[in-house]
């Protein structure tokens, strides 16, 4: 029996009677073949198979796959029916060996469970499927060795590019910076470093913080706890610095007290404390989703409606806010809209894009009923 017989019997096979039955007939035709010498793991099917069952060599196979004009028509699609009967998949390893390369990109987040990472992941997986590559998701629980060993994990698999939120306790970028500047695009979000020389792409924080203040002042409030996240983040630092302007430009008499918290669990202990005091907050302003959760858990124990005892608005993802009546008021910080720019971004980097920018996300007001 002649290899194209088996050829077409195999392939008939496998449409027929499914992939059991054909690696069968395979094995049973090779045994009597004498070429049982051949080393046949069925579950891994690679170029020099293909071509010991063909009788044609390595580099014919290799080109035959990728359509190559020196290879005839008909040997190409012998090479092609045998390729898509067994299976095959090109070997990523040796493509990334051979290319220094791969179609993967790594994305390193803080806490892959918050929900504003798990809607920029969302973003970031949907456009690298779109544009044929896979992800690559790590989170550094905001540990600055775990950072330094997922980003050697990424250096490793030689990703196509990095998207990462960094630490608040990451001070040298340099690792990054050099990562960059061997044609491996480096995009910071959310969380970015002060760094000119990178690109970053991040909300309108100062922009936010000033809308939140707009309203507060609005709604004539005088007594504001503002609930900030860890300060040595530079959104906090620059949410803080133009939330306490705002009131400062508008020769404002509102008491603002001002706490910094790194966790759901501190902001209502925090908010906890101010609202069993004297002097309660008539407001609370709360920086982030997880500040949020914190904080309505206490309202809540203590039984303050919202927004008569007590009013609360939030910079936001928009998740959160709507799982509570009334809904809260918040200034939106999309992060399924962040990881489509930050897409974006990469995209123009991988095609030659060489300056470095920051791009800014748009904050928007969401009114509720909670102030």
């Known amino acids: 029996m002649s290899i194209e017989v088996v050829l077409n019997k195999t392939i008939q096979i496998k449409q027929n009677y499914g992939s059991i039955l054909f690696l069968i007939f395979l094995v049973v035709f ?15 099917i690679t170029l020099k198979k293909i071509s010991q069952v063909l009788g044609l060599s390595i580099s014919t196979v290799s080109r035959a796959l990728k359509d190559h004009p020196d290879i005839s028509v ?5 090479v092609m029916d045998l390729a898509k009967t ?34 920029f992941i969302s973003a970031v ?13 790590l989170q550094s629980g905001d540990d600055p060795q775990i950072e330094m060993d997922n ?73 504001v706890l503002a609930i900030f996240g860890d300060k040595d983040h530079s959104i906090t630092q620059k949410r803080e610095a133009a939330f306490k302007s705002e009131f400062q430009n508008k020769n404002d008499d509102t008491k603002l007290i001002i706490e910094h918290v790194s966790s759901a669990e501190e902001a209502r202990n925090v908010c906890y404390k101010y609202c069993r005091s004297k002097n ?31 009013a609360v608005i939030a910079i936001s993802n928009g998740f959160f806010p709507k799982l509570f009546f009334p809904e809260i008021t918040y200034i939106e910080t999309n992060g399924y809209k962040l990881g489509k720019l930050a897409f974006g971004r990469m995209l123009a980097c991988l095609a030659g894009e060489t300056t470095t920018s920051e791009l800014i996300q748009e904050s928007l007001l969401v009114e509720g009923g909670s102030i």
Not at 125 to 137: A, D, K, N, P, T
Request: hydrophobic share 35%; aromatic share 10%; net charge positive.
């Open 30 to 44: 090779l045994n009597s073949r004498k070429l049982s010498s051949i080393s046949w793991n069925m579950t891994t």
């Open 74 to 78: 008909k040997t190409k699609q012998r």
């Open 86 to 119: 067994l299976d095959y998949e090109p070997n990523a390893n040796a493509i990334n060996l051979r290319t220094s390369k791969s179609k993967i990109f790594g994305l390193i987040v803080p806490h892959i469970s918050n929900y504003f990472y798990e809607s």
């Open 125 to 137: 997986e949907e456009e690298s499927r779109l544009h044929g590559y896979s992800l690559m998701i």
């Open 151 to 223: 980003f050697k994990l990424c250096r490793q698999n030689r990703v196509m590019g990095l998207f990462i939120c960094i630490s608040p306790k990451t001070k040298d970028i340099e690792h990054f910076i050099r990562f960059s500047e061997f044609n491996t695009p480096v995009v910071f979000f959310d969380k970015v470093p002060s760094n000119l020389l990178c690109n970053k792409v991040c909300f309108a924080d100062a922009d936010a913080a000033i809308i939140a203040a707009k309203k507060i002042i609005q709604k004539k409030k005088k007594n």
């Open 280 to 310: 309660k907050p008539d407001t609370v302003f709360c920086m982030s989703d997880e500040t949020l959760t914190g904080v309505m858990k206490t309202l809540q124990e203590m039984h303050l409606k919202v927004p008569n005892d007590i």
